[in-house]
C-alpha cells in the first residue's frame, strides 16, 4: 500500500473516530447538563435555546479539531511523503543513467534528510566505481589493441620466412617441420586478428560491412568446419533446414559467422559424449532466429545474470573445460545488438542443456 493511500485511510479513520466522539460525548453531556440548565441562555442579548448553544459549541469543537487533523495531514504528507517519493525519483533516474541527484530540499524530518544524504553518498561511490572500471577497462583493450598490432607484423614475417622456406630443398623431415611451424604462425594470425577485432568490436569503432546474408548458409559452413571437433567429441552435430524459405538478413558476413562458431562450439564443448547440439531456425516480428540447442551440462540458475559478462564462466563450465576465457558470448552479444538484433538463451524446458537464440534483423 502507498504511503500516501495510507496517510488518507488514516485521516478518514481519525475524522470517523472523532465524529463519534463527538456524538456520543455530547449526548453524554447533554444528559449530564440538561436537568441543571436553565430553560433559556441570553447570549448579547439573543436568547437561545440550551441544546442550540450546545450544538453550536459542539460544531466549532469539531472544526477545529478537523483543522487540526487537516494541517497535520498536510504537513505528513510535506514531510515524509514528498520527500520519500522524491528520492525514489531519484533512485530510479539514478539507475537508468548513473547521474547523481542534486541534494533533495531540505526536509524537515532529520531521518529523511539522512536518508537523502546516504544515497547520495552511494551513489557517488557507485558512479567512481564505475568509471574506474570503465578506465580499467580501455586501458585494458588499449593494452590487448597494441599488443595484437605489434604482435601481427614479426608474426607475418616469421609466417613469409616460412613460406620462403618451404619452397627450399629440404628433407622430408625438414619439410614437416616447416609445414607445421608455418600451420600454427597461422592459427596465430588468426588468433591475432581476432584480438583486434574483439578490441576495435569493444571500442565501438569496428566497421561493420553490412551485406544480405542467407543465415542458412553461414550456419552450413559453421557446422560443416566444426564437424570433426564434434566427431571428436562424440556430439552429434546437426543442422535443420528450415521449412519454409527464411528471408535474407542484413549482417557482416564474417561477424556472423563468427558468433555462430562460437554458440556452435560452446554446444560442442559444453555437451558429454553421446550428446547432441543441433541448429535450427525461424522467424519472428521481422526477424530471423536461429537456435543453438545443446542437451549438455546447462547454465546454474545462480550464473544466469552474469553469463554474458566479460571473462564470466560458470563452475560447472570450468569443471568441464579447461579452456576458455569467458569473451566469447560477451563479444558475440555485443554484435548481435551492433546489428541491431540480440542473443538470449534458456535452458530446455524438458531435459537438459540449453538453447541460445542469436536473433537478426531480415534486411528490407
Ligand atoms: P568460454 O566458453 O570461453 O568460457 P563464452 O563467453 O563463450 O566463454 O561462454 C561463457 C560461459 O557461458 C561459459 O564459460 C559457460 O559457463 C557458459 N556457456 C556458454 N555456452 C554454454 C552452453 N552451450 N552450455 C552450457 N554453458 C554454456
Redesign the pocket.
Known amino acids: 500500500m502507498r504511503l500516501r493511500t495510507l496517510g488518507i485511510l488514516l485521516f478518514l479513520g481519525a475524522t470517523i473516530l472523532l465524529f463519534a466522539f463527538v456524538i456520543l460525548s455530547g449526548t453524554a453531556v447533554w444528559a449530564y447538563l440538561s436537568p441543571v440548565l436553565p430553560a433559556r441562555i441570553v447570549i448579547g442579548g439573543a436568547v437561545f435555546p440550551p441544546y442550540v448553544v450546545l450544538a453550536v459549541f459542539g460544531t466549532l469543537l469539531l472544526a477545529l479539531i478537523s483543522a487540526v487533523l487537516v494541517t497535520f495531514t498536510v504537513m505528513l504528507n510535506r514531510a515524509v511523503v514528498l520527500p520519500l517519493a522524491e528520492l525514489t525519483g531519484a533512485m530510479a533516474r539514478f539507475a537508468d543513467t548513473q547521474e547523481i541527484p542534486s541534494p533533495p530540499d531540505m526536509p524537515p524530518v532529520k531521518e529523511i534528510a539522512d536518508l537523502g544524504r546516504t544515497f547520495n553518498e552511494l551513489a557517488a561511490k557507485v558512479q567512481a566505481t564505475h568509471a574506474r572500471d570503465t578506465e580499467m577497462s580501455r586501458v585494458k583493450s588499449d593494452f590487448i589493441s597494441t599488443a595484437a598490432h605489434q604482435l601481427r607484423t614479426p608474426l607475418t614475417g616469421i609466417r613469409w620466412a616460412l613460406e620462403a622456406l618451404a619452397k627450399e630443398p629440404l628433407t622430408e623431415n625438414q619439410h614437416a617441420l616447416v609445414e607445421s611451424a608455418m600451420s600454427k604462425s597461422r592459427d596465430l594470425v588468426g588468433t591475432v586478428g581476432t584480438l583486434l577485432d574483439i578490441s576495435s568490436i569493444e571500442s565501438g569503432k569496428h566497421v561493420y560491412e553490412f551485406e544480405q546474408v542467407a543465415l542458412p548458409e553461414l550456419a552450413a559452413h559453421v557446422v560443416k568446419d566444426l564437424l570433426p571437433i564434434a566427431q571428436e567429441r562424440q556430439v552429434t552435430l546437426q543442422l535443420m533446414p528450415s521449412e519454409t524459405p527464411l528471408p535474407r538478413v542484413r549482417a557482416d558476413r564474417k561477424q556472423v559467422t563468427w558468433i555462430l562458431n562460437?554458440?556452435v562450439e560452446?554446444?560442442i564443448?559444453?555437451?558429454p559424449p553421446g550428446g547432441t547440439a543441433t541448429v535450427s531456425f525461424g522467424t519472428t516480428g521481422g526477424r530471423v532466429l536461429t537456435f543453438?540447442r545443446?542437451n549438455?551440462?546447462?547454465?546454474p540458475e545462480k550464473?544466469r545474470d552474469n553469463?554474458?559478462e566479460r571473462f564470466?564462466?560458470?563452475g560447472?563450465?570450468?569443471a568441464k573445460?579447461n579452456?576458455?576465457?569467458?569473451?566469447?558470448?560477451?563479444?558475440?552479444r555485443t554484435i548481435a545488438t551492433d546489428h541491431g538484433g540480440d542473443l538470449g538463451?534458456a535452458n530446455n524446458p524438458e531435459g537438459a542443456?540449453?538453447t541460445?537464440t542469436l536473433s537478426l534483423p531480415t534486411s528490407r
Open positions: 562460437n554458440l560452446n554446444a564443448r559444453y555437451t543453438v545443446d549438455g551440462i546447462g547454465i550464473d553469463i554474458f564470466y564462466r560458470a560447472n563450465a570450468i573445460e579452456g576458455g576465457n569467458g569473451l566469447g558470448l560477451y563479444i558475440a538463451f542443456g540449453t541460445f
